[in-house]
């Protein structure tokens, strides 16, 4: 789905490449003399920075105008490559995430390449200072390292002005895996510790257009995934779950920012973002505009009333941050704040972390439907290794925690700061084989997926309703 290979995929060879670099850069100087909309030229600029990966791909030389390629220009092949981050072969964008490197993508380089601010201990610090508690493991250990405009978020609360929250969830199956409940983990902590409200849209309109699935599987699969969701604990005082299937016709308000929002985006600037191209449907290009309605406060009328000004925080994976691009940029000219972010990394295949994880490929993922003795077969088959090859080596040299999938979930599922750093120190001394990481991650999720499921057993189809029916929530501004 990214834009660059849309826009370039008829370059053949290095020379059309240049040709169509060469086109690019004349737009975006055309559109910056012309003082253009930004997010017009923003989006021209990605595309020219994502075409000038693909000429270096492609020759294995930068692209430099007015320097066209040689005739024999050929990258030269070296094998896989051990660096990753945009300039070497990442992927991220709503639809598609991978990289080359074992270790996954280069957070770091994404920062950069999205334009958002670093987590640092600064801001931890200060969200335990404000809100009272210690900092969630995932903000400890940097799982939530990517952030947009959350001082202010913090700035407005310390002045006792609120704030809601707003994630979601793209129903495509019946059954959610273990990385799905990442950003609602999170997100139970945020709303425990700050005492917001939180709307969660289940985007089953998303998943029709994008998948091969009946319109009636995709809202089943919506309120199924809810049933997930409540079981994470949510206040259902304070939560306010949709459908958008059920939502959009049942609230004009909603409808009516998603228009407004549709008025100010250009078809040029959704292909820009996402990638689109002139075989898509109508309805993924409209779609962007559905998925940043929930950040303006006046959708929903039920729990905000009339008022615009209130501020929203969106906990997500970062591969979601292009849609709130769009949306950050939309929001002053639509009269509306915008929405601040928190992005996380993301929770990897089984296979390893070169992708994340798969809910239509089950030896991909441990399902919250697995059983004890599943989730154990699952590890010890197909969870990557950083280990050596025998059990001599491994003593004398050690694992590698950094590519070990073990090792990764652990520091999304493990509470114990120290007992962690045992854990990475013991692996990487070689004192801790691997078939003893993969007992204490199966010891550590086997109980957390059995509560889930027994919480999950107590929602009844009557809390669902109560959770989706549309009614104001117990909080003060």
Known sequence: MTDCQGDAEGAKSPMELYEKLTQVGEQVRSLKAAKAEKAEIDAAVQLLLKMKLEYNKMTGQDYKAGCPPSE????????????????????????????????????????????????????????????????????????????????????????????????????????????????????????????????????????????DLTLEDCHRFAVENAKDIIACGFDVNKTFIFSDLD?????????????????????????????????????????????????????????FGARKDIPCLIPCAIDQDPYFRMTRDVAPRIGYPKPALLHSTFFPALQGAQTKMSASDPNSSIFLTDTPKGIKNKINKHAFSGGKDTVEDHRKYGGNPDIDVSFMYLTFFLEDDEQLEKIRQDYTSGALLTGELKKILTETLQPLIAEHQERRKQVTDEMVKQFMTPRPLNFKF
């Open 72 to 211: 024999n220009s050929v990258a030269p092949d070296n094998g896989p490559t051990t660096n990753d981050g945009a300039d070497d072969g990442d992927t991220v964008d709503p639809w598609n995430v991978s990289t080359n490197n074992a270790k996954g993508v280069d957070y770091e380089k994404l920062i950069v390449r999205f334009g958002s601010s670093k987590i640092d201990k600064e801001l931890v610090d200060r969200i335990e200072k404000v809100c009272g508690q210690k900092p969630h493991r995932f903000l400890r250990r940097g799982i939530f390292f990517s952030h947009r405009d959350m001082h202010q978020v913090l700035d407005a609360y310390e002045k006792h002005k609120s704030f809601y929250l707003y994630t979601g969830r793209g129903p495509s199956s019946e059954a959610m895996h273990v990385g799905h409940l990442i950003p609602f983990i999170f997100t139970k902590w945020l709303q425990d510790v700050f005492d917001i409200p939180l709307v969660i849209q289940m985007t089953d309109d998303e998943k029709y257009l994008w998948k």
């Open 247 to 303: 939502y959009m016709g049942a609230s004009p308000e909603f409808y009516k920012n998603v228009v407004k929002i549709q008025k100010h985006v250009t078809f040029n600037q959704v292909k820009g973002i996402f990638g689109f191209t002139d075989s898509d449907c109508i309805g993924k290009i409209s779609f962007p505009a559905i998925q940043a309605a929930p950040s303006f406060s006046n959708s929903f009328p039920q729990i």
